[in-house]
Nanobody, 129 residues
Framework: QLQLVESGGGLVQPGGSLRLSCATSRFTLDDHAIGWFRQAPGKEREGVSCLSRSGITEIYAPSVKGRFTISRGNAKNTVFLQMNSLKPEDTGMYYC??????????????????????WGRGTQVTVSS
């Protein structure tokens, strides 16, 4: 069973940056597609970004494109989400998810289509002055 642990969340002022990490201790993530999702209070979960197994495909939600970057760490068990120019509407619980069975060049952030096998418990991001 792959266990994912998110970290790096916190309170930040508008315009600030955070780097979220998604890590697993027992397995590698370099053979998994990784997705980042978020959920604000009272709202449905939404996809933020994903990275395909091969690393060829990166997808970003329009609301974060140009501000967020997904990447794999040098250690094969970590994936990052660099978040810059944060806005109050970025506030929410951020979750990472892993999918081992997708085509190497495909990943998904549409929650109705995504079929991630493993999910973390989330890390809270609050953007407020």
């Amino acid at each position: 069973q792959l266990q994912l642990v998110e970290s790096g969340g916190g309170l930040v002022q508008p315009g600030g940056s955070l780097r979220l990490s998604c890590a697993t201790s027992r397995f590698t993530l370099d053979d998994h597609a990784i997705g980042w999702f978020r959920q604000a209070p009272g709202k449905e979960r939404e996809g933020v970004s994903c990275l395909s197994r091969s690393g060829i495909t990166e997808i970003y939600a329009p609301s974060v494109k140009g501000r967020f970057t997904i990447s794999r760490g040098n250690a094969k068990n970590t994936v990052f989400l660099q978040m810059n120019s944060l806005k109050p509407e970025d506030t929410g619980m951020y979750y990472c998810a892993a999918d081992w069975k997708s085509h190497p060049t495909i990943c998904e952030i549409d929650d109705s289509k995504a079929q991630y096998d493993y999910w973390g418990r989330g890390t809270q991001v609050t953007v407020s002055s």
